[in-house]
């Protein structure tokens, strides 16, 4: 084979990878979750599915945006760029933009009014960690995911605020509420920082036992 026809292939091989890497900069990605801040609804080695068209289309590899459709709503789980170290996480959005937001020993609270929540068990891999239904304000109807928190271990920030959330920005936090490097510490979420929308689990490895594969996660659609 002549050098010609090698750089002719390695040139069509090049094109391919950068076609298939702006597709995903732009389209779907997935992000891995390293951390347990987002438990139960999310664990430690779950990978779950970004939609990066749930709101807006960007430039491919950058976070500037050519046209928008839609914004994060109350409840929606996005995948954001940390305004700390710019580490890509994973979190729940909280407030909107307008809102006043205050936490009183993890009551939740959204412009003034306690936002309903019922425990409904405990965390099966942590029997002290209480797991509660939340329901968030939200249009056309209500928004209701489950959040978790461990009363032996609260959090500094389990009192909060009030803070109102700036144009343009969320507030955002983990559903492990006592375990969550969230809007309470690291701040305000910039509309612009905000890759997409996590909406299933794409698939799982139990960490904690050799990476077995937890395939009754797989697929998994996330609220």
């Excluded at 914004?71 to 929606?76: I, L």
């Excluded at 700036?166 to 910039?190: A, H, K, L, Q, T």
């Excluded at 612009?192 to 689990?201: D, E, K, N, P, W």
Aim: proline share 7%; glycine share 6%.
């Amino acid at each position: 084979m002549n050098r010609q026809k090698i750089f002719k292939e390695i040139k069509i091989f090049a094109v391919m990878l950068l076609v298939i890497a702006s597709l995903r900069s732009i389209l779907y990605d997935w992000n891995d979750v390293p951390t347990g801040s987002m438990k139960p609804t999310i664990e430690e080695g779950d990978r779950v599915f970004v939609n990066k068209l749930s709101y807006d289309l960007k430039v491919p590899f950058t976070t500037y945006e050519l046209t928008k459709w839609d914004d994060p709503k109350r409840g929606d789980i996005v995948v954001f760029f940390s305004p700390a170290d710019g580490a890509r996480l994973v979190k729940r959005v909280i407030g909107l933009p307008g809102d006043r937001i205050a936490l009183r020993d993890n009551q939740l609270f959204v412009n003034g009014q306690a936002v309903a929540w019922k425990q409904v068990g405990n965390y099966s891999e942590n029997k002290d960690a209480i797991v509660f239904e939340e329901t968030l304000p939200r249009q056309p109807q209500p928004r209701v995911h489950k959040m978790m928190i461990i009363p032996d271990q609260p959090s500094p920030r389990s009192t909060y605020g009030p803070d109102i959330v700036p144009p343009g920005y969320y507030f955002v936090m983990g559903d492990n509420r006592d375990n969550s490097n969230d809007s309470r510490f690291i701040g305000m979420i910039e509309r612009t920082r905000i890759v997409g929308r996590a909406t299933a689990i794409a698939f799982s490895f139990d960490r904690n036992h050799y990476y077995i594969p937890r395939f009754s996660r797989w697929g998994h659609a996330l609220h």
